[in-house]
Every structure is written in C-alpha cells, then in structure tokens.
C-alpha cells in the first residue's frame, strides 16, 4: 500500500521495487493498491482505508490460513477527491496497464521568468504541505502565485493515473538554480485546487538548456471546463529550503505529459 501524495516514499518506489523482485521471481504473489492515505498529510479518509485494510486481511488469510482468495498481480489506484465522496478505483495487471494513454500539452514559453529572490514568495505559505496537510489546498480565485505560468483548458474529462512528466526549454542566468513546478485543477469559479508539485536542480552554467523531470503522482479528474494550470517559482520556501546562489530563468518552452485512463 502506498500513499499518491507521500513525497518520501512516492508510489513510483513500490513499484521500482516490485518489478526488480518480479524480474527475479515472476510468481512472486504482490499487489500494489495506491491512494490518498497513509501517511501525515494525507486525507486518510476512512472510506479510502476499509478496502485496503480489507485486502490486507485477505492476504495473510490466503497464505497463513489457507482459506480466502489468492491476492496477487493486481494493481490498483483510487482518484484523489476533495469532500466526502470516494474516488474512483481502477485496476490493472500491472502498474504500467492503468494508465491507457498520454496527455500531451504543450506551450510556449515567450517573456515569462522567474527569480530565486528571498522572502515568502507568493503561494509559498500557502501551499505548504506540513502546515496544511490532512487536507486538500484549495486557493480562492485570483492572479496565480508564481511568475510564470500557463493554462491548458480541459474540453472532456481527464483521469490521471499516475506521475505528469515536465519539459522546459530555459535559459538560465546564475550557475545554480531551482525549478520548483505545481499543477492546479482550476475550476470555473477560478479557485484552485493543488494536484501535484516536483522539483528539479539546476547545477554548472549559464546559458540555455532543456530538463525534464516527473511530479509526484496522483490519481485526479480534471473535469470538462476545468483547466490545467502548470505554475514556475524558484523559491517554494517552506516546502523545499531556498537556494543560496542568485539566479533567474527565462522559460522558452514547456511541455507537459500526463499518463491518463
């Protein structure tokens, strides 16, 4: 069992770790089963945990007591939601299964630019994890928090299973720099809602380079005229511990991939 939103022990672990031990031994009787839940800033909802404890159970039943059915290769991801109703779950047999297919956006970059000055940068508290764990951050409506920014509408329902992938195309001024990414569901009223958020390092030299690195991974809907909106600072302080070194990038392209149902 593994939590989407446990940024210490992300659900790609589990499962980097399931495919080395099934490489070794293909009936190696695992499932995998990943929610919102299990760790701190989770919403541990209990409607989320009844049918994970109830899979537990059965799976020492099978092999200790030899009653109940035989619980492997099955993967399984339940939809992160916001109030009190339960996600949806989908299965598969393996990981890579429930995810159909990708989402490609795509935008450019133009004059947008971020800088890693000190302070509380806009969104920073707010977005906190440990400060506002336990349940999901919603901003009211307003001008996004970060510098640069971009928006991709959404014209039919989109379910994503698992970790969106991030391209830039930058350029950087500095020698040493953050690119601290979070992705919104933004609802009609304009309140937004955080998916997921990732971060990438940027170490050597000045001038223009691409990076590509993955979020964190969820299970969501964004819903038909909703929006995606894809947010850059390099200051995420508290989250992440601000660089030390000046800098400032210039975004000359993104892209944005998501594995989806």
């Known amino acids: 069992m593994q939590g989407w939103t446990d940024s210490l022990f992300p659900e790609a672990e589990a499962n980097a770790l399931v495919n080395k031990l099934k490489r070794a031994d293909a009936r190696w009787p695992v499932s995998v089963t990943v929610a919102d839940a299990g760790h701190g800033i989770a919403q541990n909802k209990a409607s989320d945990w009844q049918p994970i404890n109830a899979a537990a159970n059965t799976f020492p039943d099978h092999y200790l007591l030899g009653s109940g059915s035989r619980l492997a290769s099955t993967f399984s991801a339940r939809v992160t939601t916001c109030d009190t109703t339960v996600g949806a779950v989908y299965r598969a047999g393996s990981w890579a299964a429930l995810a159909r297919g990708r989402l490609h956006l795509a935008a450019a970059g133009g004059s947008q630019a971020t800088t890693s000055q000190p302070g509380d940068p806009p969104g920073g508290a707010a977005t906190d994890p440990i400060a506002n764990g336990g349940k999901c951050i919603t901003l009211q409506p307003g001008p996004p928090s970060a510098a640069a920014v971009w928006n991709f509408p959404v014209a039919g329902d989109v379910v994503l299973l698992g970790a969106p992938v991030v391209t830039f195309g930058l350029t950087l001024a500095g020698t040493d720099a953050e690119v601290n990414t979070r992705l919104w569901d933004v609802a009609p009223d304009g309140s937004r809602t ?20 993955p979020l964190w991974g969820n299970g969501w809907v964004f819903h038909a005229g909703h929006a995606i909106e894809l947010e850059a600072v390099q200051n995420d302080a508290p989250y992440l511990r601000a660089d030390n070194l000046a800098s400032a990038i210039t975004y000359d392209g993104v892209a944005l991939d998501l594995p989806v149902r």
């Not at 990732?198 to 990076?211: C, P, Y």
């Open 194 to 213: 955080l998916v997921t958020r990732g971060a990438f390092r940027l170490s050597g030299s000045s001038g223009a380079t691409s990076v590509a690195y």
